[in-house]
């Protein structure tokens, strides 16, 4: 497939990266594990993917989230916001907010239920992202941008609704594979101009989780797939954080059983370049998004163990509907076909299961929420986890 070629100074970009990744193999003694490129691939300071400037959401950029397609998939998942914001406390942190899309969206729709949060603070590491943040907000609600903060990390302690939506799925993963008689971690080395694979046998944490996956069924004989060990790792860590509140993730992946099935034998790794998906990790370092599905099923175990409360498993068009996405686009006139078939086509893309409706899932887990929540009314999927 050919991919689109670069502007001279995204490729210069890319090279500093490049040269950047190289440097630290060469420091680390010529091998470092996929988790820590991937890492520096999106996240190191002022070159990484999430951390430069590049475009990287919407038609002019690689790829095209929910908040994007459409006010609709804010405008209902207020319903849940509202919920959670009355049952613990009147506060949001979104982690990684992208354009700012959602929260501009949210905060309106908030403010229409008269359910407006004091406070929406946004964890947000990429200066640039921030700045289109503000602009997005800015041209949006900007009797609203006050009660915006940005934070650098973590709060000590957080009461309300953390929300996250394609955050997981961009948090670096460890690549593995087992054979009839080995475990090992693949990584990456460099080889004269070129990153190359190169497999150690696992250690570690990665081993011990590589174990116990093996020990309930991942299939051996060259199996290769991913371990989110920092999914896993950023979720328990709420445990810590939140008082009384719920957090609310949405992404693409599948609970367990499913994410290592035997028929995906090469994992589920996936690099977006200007809203062309391939699987190559190594190609222009710093431009392209890399990927990997979210085990749900360590996600819930992560939350549950480090003591939080598991609040409800589904997909996302199952939670959009009990949310009130038809009551939502109900309030376009289907008289009005100029206003009305956008929103019908792009709702359609957020439930249909050809398209996000149902590789998309919501799960939920919180602290001293004691109602359930209106996102899992029906359609109950926690028994797959």
Not at 284 to 311: R, Y
Not at 351 to 378: D, H, Y
């Amino acid at each position: 497939m050919a991919l689109p070629t670069p502007d001279p100074d995204a490729l210069a970009h890319s090279r500093r990266l490049t040269r950047h990744i190289t440097d630290e193999i060469a420091a680390a003694g010529g091998w470092i594990d996929f988790a820590r490129f991937m890492a520096l691939a999106l996240y190191a300071p002022g070159l990484g993917y999430y951390s430069g400037g590049a475009r990287k959401f919407g038609a002019a950029g690689d790829f095209v989230t929910a908040p994007e397609l459409t006010p609709a998939f804010a405008q209902t998942l207020a319903a849940q916001a509202a919920q959670v914001l009355a049952a613990s406390a009147p506060h949001i942190l979104e982690a990684g907010a992208g354009s700012g899309r959602l929260a501009a969206d949210l905060l309106q729709e908030l403010e229409r239920r008269g359910a407006l949060p004091e406070t929406y603070a946004i964890l947000e590491l990429s200066g640039e992202l921030r700045e289109r943040q503000r602009e997005t907000l800015a041209a949006t609600v900007p009797h609203l941008v006050d009660r915006v903060r940005w934070l650098d990390r973590l709060p000590e302690r957080f009461d309300g609704l953390v929300l996250a939506n394609e955050l997981l799925d961009a948090l670096p993963v460890h690549l593995v594979r087992w054979t009839d008689d080995a475990i090992l971690e693949r990584g990456v080395a460099w080889d004269g101009d070129e990153f190359v694979w190169q497999e150690r046998p696992a250690a570690g944490a990665v081993l011990t989780r590589a174990q116990t996956l093996a020990g309930e069924g991942v299939p051996g004989g060259g199996y290769l797939s991913e371990i989110g060990l920092a999914a896993a790792a950023w979720t328990a860590s709420w445990a810590d954080l939140l008082g009384r509140g719920a957090l609310l993730l949405i992404d693409y992946g599948f609970p367990r059983r499913e994410f290592y099935h035997p028929q995906r034998s090469e994992g589920t790794l996936m690099c977006h370049y200007r809203h062309h998906a391939h699987p190559d990790p190594f190609y222009l370092p710093g431009l392209q998004d890399i990927t990997a599905h979210v085990d749900f099923t360590a996600i819930a175990e992560a939350g549950t163990e480090a003591g939080l409360d598991f609040l409800g498993y589904t997909t996302q068009a199952v939670f959009l509907f009990n949310c009130g996405l038809t009551e939502v686009l109900a309030r376009t006139p289907a008289d009005d076909p100029r206003r009305y078939l956008p929103q019908a086509n792009a709702a359609q893309k957020l439930i249909s299961p050809a398209e996000m409706g149902e590789l998309f899932k919501v799960i939920a887990l919180g602290r001293g929420i004691a109602e359930p929540l209106v996102g899992f009314a029906s359609g109950d999927r926690s028994a797959t986890l």
